[in-house]
């Protein structure tokens, strides 16, 4: 190793030991951060030059979301096995594009073998790990896209939509799914939407089957939520899949934290019937607490994703029996990212990850039932995962202010929402740290900005 390497890696122990050490003590978000404009240098400014710019004006302007109250996302922090693992996962230099020169690949499918067990997910699913649940809700749109082609005698991969006749239903569709819709063609407006529960944001299941029912196209697909963004509410899953087996639906899930929930109660609680699914979205950066990025793409039909993503070309040719990741997937080349999943259950378990997972559920009543009682503040539904949501009572057009002014004070992190026609207070807590001495701390400060506003 040279010497060089050697002094990167001193300093790289001394700077991450630094910013975890502090990590508790720095504000959850940093606002109003910028970058001193340069112009690019025509000679080496050299190491030191490099890392005296990042600990001077880089590093203070970083925010805490690694830390336990950050609450604007789901965001998971990076637990102390898989932030190891990542590590390691720069240094190894992996490209886990193709199998048959390196063991990279096989940890990947290992990795995927324990997820389905974590999730209680048949055989039957396979897939592969993504950036994140944006890459994995592009891969399920492909993939039902290639679906809706087969029915009518069409290779969308090659030959292109032409005309396809297709319907996507959906009540509460996430962003990055809105998204991916029009990444794949289909158009983010091109989705009927079905009323919701009442207080819920769960699919109507009676106007979905009339939906259905009168729908003139030759293909069709649902998509259904396991925990949406706001009110964390779950489709009834094994209705959905129903209708979706009486209609020849394609059903996808994005299950990108809801999923977690199945850790917990098993495959017979909220997330009832995603087994029956065709595609579901994951996201391990999320309740799993691994770094970013990475995300899972399961999907009962393999070979469809591979119609979509497969190229051939010399260098491409797989000597395996098994679809190599580049075939199956967006990238052709990929990070080793696995390795910190792989890791992350190696070391906690089943056990483990419930504990966290149980611990956020637990923190969020707490923080729930404290808002319930407060004076000034209206609790916006009742939590039943994760999320909690609540906005002004007297003065709810000036719930954006005290958002403000929590995120100002930078002890907590919250972000925004909308909740029948409501601007609320959204905290969503995810990280493995969060404990109950940091929804005290957060109240503290949610209290101390209410009254700077009133004062």
């Excluded at 109003?32 to 880089?58: C, D, F, Y």
């Excluded at 073998?113 to 944006?134: H, N, V």
């Excluded at 899949?241 to 209609?247: E, F, G, H, N, V």
């Amino acid at each position: 190793m040279s010497k060089i390497m050697q002094e990167y890696l001193s300093q790289f122990n001394h700077l991450a030991s630094l910013f975890l050490a502090q990590l508790d003590k720095m504000p959850s978000a940093k606002l109003n951060s910028q970058i001193k404009h340069k112009s690019l240098s025509e000679v080496p400014s050299g190491a030191t030059s490099a890392l005296l710019t990042l600990q001077k004006e880089i590093i203070p302007q970083l925010s805490g979301s690694a830390g336990p109250r950050y609450w604007g996302f789901v965001t998971g922090g990076a637990n102390p096995a898989a932030l190891f693992a990542d590590w390691l996962v720069s240094t190894f230099d992996q490209n886990v594009s193709k199998g048959g020169d390196s063991i990279a690949s096989e940890v990947e499918h290992q990795t995927l073998s324990w997820l389905r067990e974590l999730f209680y997910l048949p055989d039957t699913f396979d897939g592969l790990i993504t950036t994140g649940a944006t890459s994995s809700n592009i891969l399920a749109a492909i993939t039902a896209r290639q679906f809706a082609g087969n029915k009518q005698n069409v290779h969308v991969a090659k030959d292109g939509m032409n005309n396809l006749s297709v319907e996507i239903f959906a009540s509460c569709p996430h962003a990055s799914m809105v998204k991916a819709l029009g990444l794949a063609g289909f158009g983010q407006h091109n989705i009927t939407f079905i009323e919701k529960v009442e207080n819920t944001e769960s699919i109507n299941i009676e106007l979905l089957e009339q939906d259905l029912l009168e729908s003139r196209a030759v293909s069709k697909i649902v998509l259904a939520s396991a925990a949406t963004v706001t009110t964390t509410s779950f489709d009834n899953l094994e209705s959905i899949a129903k209708l979706c087996q009486k209609y020849n639906a394609w059903l996808h899930v994005d299950a990108a934290f809801g999923i977690f929930e199945r850790c917990l109660n098993g495959p017979d609680s909220l997330t009832k019937g995603l087994e029956f699914a065709d595609s579901i979205t994951v996201d391990f950066h999320k309740w799993l607490n691994v770094p970013y990025d990475a995300g899972g793409f399961f999907t009962q039909h393999l070979n469809l994703v591979a119609q979509s993503c497969e190229v051939v070309a010399p260098y491409l040719i797989n000597n395996s029996d098994k679809k190599d990741f580049l075939a199956i997937g967006i990238e052709n080349s990929r990070r080793f990212r696995a390795l910190p999943i792989w890791y992350t259950i190696h070391t906690y378990g089943r056990e483990g990850i419930n504990q966290w997972i149980s611990q956020n559920i637990e923190c969020t009543k707490l923080l729930a039932n404290w808002v319930a009682k407060h004076p000034k503040l209206t609790l916006a539904f009742e939590p039943n995962l994760n999320v909690c949501g609540f906005y002004l009572s007297e003065q709810p057009q000036k719930t954006n202010l005290l958002l403000d002014e929590i995120n100002q004070l930078g002890e907590v992190f919250l972000s925004p929402g909308e909740w029948q026609g409501k601007f609320i207070i959204r905290a969503a807590l995810s990280n493995w740290q969060t404990k109950e001495s940091d929804i005290e701390i957060a109240i503290t400060s949610i209290e101390r900005a209410i009254n700077n506003m009133c004062a």
